[in-house]
């Protein structure tokens, strides 16, 4: 994955959702970390949506390496989605929810059973494969989603405050397990978030977003210095 296959690119996007008019004009390095910041409303979510195709633009396009997503569905997307909760079927264990990641039907080989057992084994869930999500931790919930995404084997992943709900040892956690599979499989991911903490030591580049436009992109190193954006030294001052 090296020719920019997994780039994804945002070409003059726009959007009107209610009142909010949203544009964005910017592109997520391959095989990189892009943090998708910005105060409460502004957008990220929205930004997210538009690449995952949970929303279409008015004006635009979204592309994936130099494949247009315009008509594409969801499922149709190079992408896999993690967000703060309700990753998981309740009803279902954690062996099953995590095969949803390779199919629908849960029709699996051998091969995709390995994988499942593997991806398990990885987060640090192996023995956990018959367990309802309701009788696991907050923290075993977002690496049983973290093992769905990963045997998914899609170059795009997209997260929508995957640690918001876990404390602080934990977001650290999977923080580092996210970077380590992030760098062995060279996903290109988008990761929205909240945290400072979060972007030093995850991101290698940030979107900064105010009022549904990008204020800011660039490295993470000059992020942390763009505090002549008003809007950006607010935001680092929390
Ligand atoms: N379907 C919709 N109809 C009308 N307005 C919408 C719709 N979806 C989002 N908005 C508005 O667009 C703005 C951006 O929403 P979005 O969820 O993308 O923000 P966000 O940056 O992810 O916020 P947060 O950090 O609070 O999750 C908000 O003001 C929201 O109310």
Redesign the pocket.
């Known amino acids: 994955m090296k020719s920019d296959q997994a780039k994804v690119r945002l070409e003059q996007v726009s959007l009107q ?2 009142r ?1 008019h949203f544009f964005f004009d910017a592109s997520f390095e391959e095989a990189k970390v892009t943090a998708v910041v ?1 105060p ?7 930004l997210l949506n538009l690449v995952a195709g949970f929303e279409t633009p008015t004006g635009g396009r979204v592309l994936i390496g130099a494949d247009d997503m315009g008509g594409r569905d969801p499922a149709e997307r190079p992408i896999s989605l993690i967000f703060q909760e309700n990753n998981l079927f309740a009803h279902l264990d954690i062996v099953t929810n995590v095969g949803l990641g390779i199919s629908p039907s849960l029709r699996l080989t051998q091969e995709d059973k390995a994988r499942i057992a593997s991806a398990l084994e990885r987060v640090g869930l192996a023995g956990f494969e018959k367990r309802l999500p309701s009788s696991m931790s907050g923290g075993e919930r977002q690496r049983a989603a973290l093992a769905r995404a990963l045997v998914r084997q899609r170059a795009v992943m997209l997260l929508d405050e995957p640690f918001a709900a876990l404390d602080p040892g934990l977001r650290a956690g999977m923080a580092g397990l996210l970077k380590e599979l992030q760098s062995e499989n060279d996903n290109t991911v988008l990761l ?1 978030t ?1 945290h400072p903490d979060d972007i030093r030591r995850l991101a290698d580049a940030v979107v900064f ?1 105010s009022d ?1 436009k990008i204020l800011f992109q660039g490295a993470t190193e000059a992020f942390f210095s763009a505090t002549d954006i008003p809007e950006v030294g607010a935001f680092l001052q929390k």
Do not use: A, C, E
Not at 40 to 46: A, E, H, Q, V, W
């Open positions: 959702l209610g909010q910005g409460s409303g502004s957008g990220k979510s929205t929205v909240h977003l549904g």
